[in-house]
DNA sequence: GCGGACTGCTTACCT
DNA sequence: ACAGGTAAGCAGTCCGCG
């Protein structure tokens, strides 16, 4: 008998069976266990076995293990339904391989009566067994395996805490309590090496080419969670050593004189490793290791590398890349509140770590041994040091996503949040015996959205935003529902098998501003899951993270849950609305913004009614002007009520200053912090002489308490602007804090439509010889002149055009003079004879 | 052949 | 490969104008 927890299943091509990987904690290894209940790859279909026989050819007959004949409910016919299982030796015979069953049904136009073809056979495996990663197991001899449930005592309390919601809606509260079970349970501090190498490149500023691997492999690092450290060189004649001894106290040196010996070398730790991370690992470092094993010589038995679709696994351990997991979209706005910007390893770590990488002044093949062996091992050091701090809080996030959506610690660093939401939604259809629905049948039946949108190309409305009232409004409090759109889902019984049902009886329940209906009868299973994962996240884990009375450890521990959950939740109403996910169903995406709509503007009515004027609200919030405490607590037990939503106290401001834009606000809270929304002199582009400037009339709108203080400041930000006048006017600046900082988005080539100004210097910045790529951030002048910019590097300070410069200047205090009532030309003094006689 | 009105593209932001 | 809505500046086009 075996302990271990569970953290991926593969399949293996030559065993033809799934394989699951297991982590020991007390050995510190990897178990594999293989399937050992004969299960294999398959997929439904509605035609009969007979049927099905004449449409494939005997070629796949012959891999054709059986037909079984397997009822299952279908959610979107509400009904039950037979279907043939066709069971298959390879995964290939479903899809991937020429004149598989997809291949052939697609080819004879027969592919609405296939299903459930197109999930990976890995997680097809786990559904199937019911298997949850991140959970501890017990495995025996025979390879059978049996969950660890651990009872605690907080269940008990849990129960107690919930009994309200177990009479009122009981299906979301089995669910809540199993999340509850889940995400409670012990998460492992799996032991992990992290691995760098280096590679020699004859050209300038060239980085060598992973599929080619042409030049050797010339310095490798291995750094554990453990800080045992190893620096592997390869002796070279051309480079000095440097000082080597140096190397020794922080790390065992091995010197290689043969660059075969070396790698084979890395290969014998790599197996010892149960998990490898990597900073772009799937397409440097372990590509490159492999190709240059592989023209060395070295037999491949002996390369523990694995190339798949996109991505390069380790045997026996695993491998996670952490530049993917980073890359995430969700995981850098929801995880990280997007303190890096680009996702590499050197802006990560100094957001993260505030620590970066090692700044080289000569190519890496210049470089001395010593150099190269420190410069190498900072950036293992790095990479792991992104899975361990503040308590591994990057492993347990991984882990959790893992544990919710049922994937592999290695398909959830490699997947977007749409993956995980869509492999969960497959695992609870297997698990309730229903059929997991195609895209094409979801859309088919239920049809795209009604409603149509503000912004031409989108698909569908969206939220809305109550105009603000321009002027500096006192005392002001903003009122907004907790997680609006995972609420609603939850209470409205959104799903996609329940929007427009087939029962003539729930016709009645409309959805507002739309013409679709909502199922009464049954519960919809994404309002379950999601709701019940909103429950739990809003009922026990946020609160928890916050709770005074606990343990600083304990308090940790439930905010990375809390915040995994977050991840998960803020994207379960984008996912319904992208045609790129598996359960996309315009109707539901379009009564989520509906429902949401409706709700926002009847609480600004209610307030009204109730003598509080709404003076501005955006999707899910509405700020209130000078509300009287009681007022405020009726409305939101009004609310409540009413809708069922919970509303909370968001913020509470001393003033907001609001002018006629939406989405455009400062406000500032009862401590005099200054709270700035969508303003210029907040934006990341903006020329750093006009922020500071900017931020001068912030310091003193900071420090006004009261209306008549006003006045004071007026006359401060007044002399502000005009000092700031005059110093464009003199050139009294440094050139460079005058530079525009534009990122690009796309390759220099690929802006074809037009030439955007960034993209103007950035080809001239091509044309003297340097290197530009998507994501680098262009600083460029505007200048006079027909071309109108130049980059920053190649300006001089009389070529700049001041009157640009004064126009962005107008801009960016106008938005918030608006709201003091001040004009800026007449500030400035422009409001000459002149402009009075036009 | 020039300038204003307009639309479209691009980036950065808000919820 | 989660969504829609807004602000701002510039690029490019159309149209009028003896």
Request: glycine share 4%; aromatic share 10%.
């Amino acid at each position: 008998m075996e302990r271990g927890f569970l953290l991926g299943v593969n399949y293996d091509g030559k065993e033809k069976k799934a394989i699951m990987k297991f982590y020991n904690p007390e050995k510190e290894i990897i178990l594999k266990v293989a399937d050992s209940t004969g299960h294999r790859p398959y997929c439904l279909t509605d035609l009969t076995k007979e049927e099905v026989q004449k449409v494939l050819d005997k070629e796949i007959q012959q891999a054709v293990l059986s037909f079984k004949e397997v009822t299952l409910f279908d959610t979107l016919l509400n009904k039950k339904r037979k279907f043939t299982k066709i069971e298959v030796e390879d995964p290939l015979w479903i899809s991937g391989r020429r004149n598989s069953i997809r291949e052939v049904f697609e080819r004879k136009k027969l592919s609405a009566h296939l299903w459930e073809d197109k999930i990976k056979y890995r997680n097809n495996y786990i559904y199937d067994h019911k298997l949850i990663i991140g959970e501890e197991y017990l495995i025996s001899e025979s390879g059978s395996l049996k969950r660890v449930e651990k009872e605690n005592g907080k269940n008990e309390k849990w129960k107690n805490l919930f009994r309200e919601e177990l009479l009122f809606d009981p299906e979301v509260y089995k669910e809540t309590a199993n999340w509850f079970k889940l995400l409670s349970a012990t998460i492992p501090n799996i032991t992990r090496t992290a691995l760098d190498i280096e590679v020699f490149s004859p050209k300038v500023g060239r980085i060598p080419y992973a599929k080619e691997a042409n030049y050797p492999v010339i310095a490798a690092t291995l750094v554990s969670n453990k800080s045992e450290r190893k620096i592997f060189l390869l002796k070279r004649v051309s480079v000095k050593e440097g000082n080597l001894e140096s190397l020794k106290e922080r790390a065992k040196v091995y010197f290689f004189n043969s660059e075969q010996e070396m790698i084979r070398e890395i290969f014998n730790e790599i197996k010892n490793i149960p998990l490898l991370v990597t900073f772009n690992g799937d397409n440097f470092d372990l590509p490159y290791l492999a190709h240059r094993a592989e023209k060395l010589g070295i037999n491949r038995k002996e390369i523990p590398l694995k190339e798949g679709k996109d991505s390069f696994k380790i045997e026996p351990g695993l491998h996670l890349d952490l530049y993917k997991f980073f890359h995430n979209r969700s995981i850098q706005v929801y995880a990280f509140s997007e303190r890096y910007r680009n996702a590499t390893l050197d802006e990560v770590s100094t957001a993260l770590l505030s620590k970066g990488k090692i700044e080289l002044e000569e190519e890496i093949s210049q470089l001395t041994l010593e150099q190269l062996a420190k410069y190498c091992l900072r950036d293992s050091e790095l990479t792991m040091e992104l899975t361990t701090f503040n308590d591994g809080l990057v492993m347990n996030l991984i882990i959790l996503i893992s544990k919710i959506s049922r994937l592999s610690l290695e398909d959830v660093t490699r997947t977007g949040v749409s993956a995980w939401i869509r492999n969960l939604l497959n695992y609870e259809h297997r698990k309730r015996g229903l059929l997991i629905p195609n895209s094409e049948d979801i859309i088919e039946k239920k049809g795209e959205a009604k409603t149509k949108s503000v912004i031409q190309g989108k698909k569908y409305k969206g939220a809305v935003i109550i105009p603000p009232a321009e002027g500096v409004h006192f005392n002001v409090t903003v009122l907004d529902f907790a997680s609006l759109y995972p609420s609603l889902i939850k209470s409205r019984n959104l799903s996609y098998e329940t929007i427009n049902c087939n029962d003539p009886g729930c016709r009645g329940n409309k959805v507002p501003d739309t013409p679709h209906w909502v199922c009464t009868r049954r519960r919809g299973l994404i309002s379950v899951l999601m709701g019940s994962l909103r429950d739990v996240r809003v009922r026990w884990f946020k609160p928890k993270s916050k709770a005074k009375d606990l343990p600083v450890k304990e308090r940790e521990k439930n905010k990375v849950i809390q915040q995994a959950l977050k991840v998960i939740l803020n994207a379960s109403y984008g996912v319904l609305g992208a045609e790129t996910f598996s359960y996309y169903c315009p109707p539901v995406a379009e009564s989520i913004t509906a429902y949401g709509r409706h709700l926002i503007i009847e609480v600004m009515k209610e307030s009204q009614r109730r003598g509080i004027k709404v003076i501005y609200g955006d999707t899910d919030s509405v700020f209130l002007e000078k509300p009287p405490k009681k007022v405020i607590e009726e409305l939101m037990r009004w609310v409540e009520e009413k809708f069922s939503i919970d509303m909370d106290i968001d913020k509470i401001y001393r003033y907001v200053a609001l002018s006629k834009r939406k989405k455009n606000y400062i406000g500032v809270y009862l401590d005099g912090t200054v709270d700035i929304k969508g303003l210029i002199g907040k934006k990341k582009n903006t020329p750093p002489f006009i922020k500071t400037a900017f931020y001068e009339m912030v310091e003193i709108l900071g420090k006004v308490k009261t209306e008549q203080e006003f006045k004071e400041a007026k006359k401060e930000i007044q002399k502000i602007i005009k000092e700031k006048y005059l110093a464009l006017k003199n050139k009294t600046f440094n050139l460079e804090d005058l530079s525009f900082k534009v990122s690009l988005t796309k390759p220099l080539n690929r802006y074809t439509k037009t030439t955007p100004q960034h993209v103007k210097a950035a080809r001239m910045l091509e044309k003297k010889g340097v290197n530009i790529e998507p994501g680098d951030t262009i600083n460029f002048i505007k200048t006079k002149g027909k071309i109108g910019v130049k980059p920053l590097s190649l300006t001089k300070k009389s070529e700049i055009d001041i009157d640009k410069y004064v126009e962005t200047l107008k801009t960016t205090f106008e938005q918030v003079l608006d709201a003091l009532n001040l004009d800026f030309d007449e500030i400035i003094g422009s409001k000459t004879l002149e402009s009075f006689f036009n």
